[in-house]
Nanobody, 127 residues
Framework: QVQLVESGGGLVQAGDSLRLSCVVS????????MGWFRQAPGKEREFVAA????????YVTDFVKGRGTISRDNARNTVYLQMNRVKPEDAAVYFC????????????????????WGQGTQVTVSS
């Protein structure tokens, strides 16, 4: 059974940086394309960033571009989300997700495509 465990959330001040981590176990990590999503209270879960199996290809959504990025370390079975200049509107529960893909360069940005999800890590932003 594939398991995903996020960490790195907590209380941050607006303008600070944070790095979220997600460790994957139960299968070969490099077989999975990975993504980050977030969900604020009363809102739909939304896409934040995605990365291919190899890590060579990735995509971040507009509200992250220029201040954040996604990366992965296949030797550590871990995917990261780095966000700089955090804003109050970034407050949410952040989830990582995994989906098996044959194509090394595949990036998956649609929520319903993902097979496995973590429990989420809460990010709270003080202004």
């Amino acid at each position: 059974q594939v398991q995903l465990v996020e960490s790195g959330g907590g209380l941050v001040q607006a303008g600070d940086s944070l790095r979220l981590s997600c460790v994957v176990s139960g299968d070969t990590f490099s077989n999975y394309a990975m993504g980050w999503f977030r969900q604020a209270p009363g809102k739909e879960r939304e896409f934040v960033a995605a990365i291919s199996r190899s890590g060579a290809d990735f995509y971040v959504t507009d509200f992250v571009k220029g201040r954040g990025t996604i990366s992965r370390d296949n030797a550590r079975n871990t995917v990261y989300l780095q966000m700089n200049r955090v804003k109050p509107e970034d407050a949410a529960v952040y989830f990582c997700a995994a989906v098996r893909r044959i194509n090394l360069g595949a990036i998956v940005a649609t929520r319903w495509s993902y097979e496995y999800w973590g429990q989420g890590t809460q990010v709270t932003v003080s202004s």
